[in-house]
């Protein structure tokens, strides 16, 4: 029986190997089938390798993915972390490591998931806080450079979500919670109210999670990316 696993190194897709298979290193034969050098701005370097278990490594290991998949635990929930496809991915996933590591807060990056014109990762450090920031600013700088970085390597119409700890999906409840807290408050004093300024997702999001409530009202003001939404009273 055959798998393959990659990594950055040869040494970082043997331990792969390892973690997965749940068996030593002495308990199978590897054959090196790729090993790619640095491509355009020095990212996109990987090593693929072919593990080949004997009949009794077969019975022993216990492989806890796929060989295209990683497992991991995010604080809220299980989610399955993919291995890069392409030189675009593996590009992408090293900028997202140096980026961070250049910012003294090393992590490391991962797929979530892929869909033909969205590419959404992952990535964790010892200090994710610091990774997201205030209202995840922080965050959506790192996001807005790898969507550069993603124009420049092939990666044109792919939109890149990067999210860490699960903040994003975390930030829509609450921002869809504030959204109706907020709409009720309207409707009862009849009064407007101005929200804390916000990316262009997140007024979106609230827009649309008002939109179909009679009486109430939304728009946007200020000037720059981060504006803010009010919403008032319509009768």
Do not use: C, W
Not at 42 to 52: A, E, L, P, S, T
Not at 93 to 117: C, H, I, Q, S
Not at 149 to 174: F, L, M, P, T
């Amino acid at each position: 029986m055959t798998y393959e696993f990659e990594g950055k190194t040869e040494r970082e897709a043997i331990d792969t190997a390892v973690a997965e298979l749940g068996l030593e290193r002495d308990q199978f034969d590897i054959e090196v089938i790729e090993n790619q050098k640095s491509g355009f701005l020095g990212i996109g370097k990987r090593v693929r390798i072919r593990v080949h278990l004997d009949e009794q490594s077969s019975v022993n290991a216990t492989p806890t993915a796929s060989p295209t998949q990683r497992r991991s635990r995010s604080p809220d929930e299980e989610v399955v972390n993919l291995s890069a496809e392409s030189d675009f991915e593996h590009g992408i996933l090293e900028f997202l490591e140096t980026v961070t590591a250049k910012m003294g807060n090393p992590a490391t990056a991962t797929v979530l998931y892929r869909e033909p014109d969205k590419l959404a990762v992952r990535i964790d450090s010892d200090n994710n806080a610091r990774l997201i920031g205030k209202k995840g600013a922080t965050l959506d700088a790192i996001q807005t450079l790898a969507n550069i970085v993603g124009g420049r390597i092939g990666g044109d119409g792919i939109k890149i979500v990067v999210d860490s700890e699960n903040y994003r999906n975390r930030r829509e409840e609450q921002l869809v919670r504030l959204a109706e807290k907020v709409g009720d408050e309207v409707k009862q004093s009849r009064k407007s109210r101005l929200l804390e300024p916000m990316n262009p997702f997140e007024r979106r999001l609230i827009h649309t999670s008002l939109s179909n409530i009679s009486g109430i009202g939304t728009k946007s003001e200020g000037d720059g990316l981060y504006k803010q939404v009010r919403i008032y009273y319509k009768g």
